[in-house]
């Protein structure tokens, strides 16, 4: 199983960066494409390390945020076949609120319109293909958790807390245990790890990929879901994006090597499949 991220926050290198997230995986005989990141500059770094885009298989759309899937316009000019997964209810209504008034934070406007030929909208536990699966949130008062992140979706001019419903992960079965990639983990990343587990009870956990939404928490928070983490057993955080630098530093004292973080360019080909 090769992972390499595509675009992040930061850059150790020539790579290009930005807030987003956008992560090319092989596995066995599919190669797929995790979110697109903000602009589209997932594809130059792409390019730079590589990467023929028009060979992916597949993409998933991880949540319905402007920073994971509005850069997939890049991806549909370079790949003209491929669909992309993502959750049933998925729409361009997510905002964040800022003082009295709210921010849009969702997909960009006219997006899934525009798309619409290439999007495949899933429900439920969903295999896009063998040993690969796109879970959804299966956690009770999700809502309590947007509400503290204010996060909002809108109907009709109605703002409610968001329970992350558009929200999914992507696990993949390997030898070495599931390795889940969720690129924000919104739902709580000691959720997520018991839902995959609660999914595939015969099967052990080796990693969770993605962001920890953890950039405005209080430290105590950060200690607090370390603890949590650590209390689930998983043997890998690889983690950045909306994680923060400070939050990192705090789960890599609390968790040690158990936790590491990522960049554009970053690299996993140790995870046997």
């Not at 992972?3 to 987003?20: A, P, T, Y």
């Not at 590589?50 to 992916?56: E, F, H, Q, R």
């Not at 790890?193 to 962001?211: H, M, Q, V």
Request: glycine share 10%; aromatic share 10%.
């Amino acid at each position: 199983m090769l992972v390499k991220v595509l675009i992040d926050n930061i850059s150790n290198n020539e790579l290009l960066c930005e807030w987003g997230l956008s992560v090319y995986v092989e596995y066995k005989d599919k190669k797929i494409l995790l979110d697109g990141g903000t602009t589209g500059a997932f594809a130059q770094n792409a390019k730079m390390l590589g990467i023929d885009l028009n060979a992916v298989d597949f993409g998933v759309i991880s949540h319905a945020h402007y920073d994971h899937a509005d850069g997939l316009a890049a991806f549909f000019e370079a790949n003209d076949h491929a669909p992309v997964y993502l959750r049933e209810g998925s729409e361009e209504n997510c905002f964040k609120q800022e003082g009295p008034g709210y921010k849009y934070i969702g997909i960009r406007e006219g997006f899934l319109e525009k798309y619409a030929d290439r999007l495949r909208y899933v429900e439920g536990d969903f295999s896009p293909s063998e040993g690969v699966y796109l879970i959804p949130h299966k956690t009770e008062g999700l809502e309590k958790l947007g509400e503290k992140a204010h996060m909002y979706r809108e109907w009709e001019g109605v703002f409610s807390p968001d329970t992350f419903a558009h929200e999914q992960s992507l696990v993949f079965d390997t030898s070495q245990g599931l390795v889940i990639f969720n690129s924000c983990s919104h739902g709580g990343a000691d959720n997520i790890i018991r839902e995959i587990g609660d999914t595939f009870p015969d099967k052990k956990i080796y990693a969770l990929f993605g962001g920890l939404h953890l950039h405005a928490s209080a430290d105590e928070d950060v200690l607090a879901l370390a603890e949590r983490i650590r209390q689930t057993g998983i043997r890998k955080i690889y983690t950045g994006h909306c994680t923060g630098d400070h939050a990192l530093e705090l789960l890599k004292e609390e968790l040690g090597d158990v936790v590491e973080g990522i960049c554009s360019g970053f690299e996993i080909n140790d995870i046997v499949e």
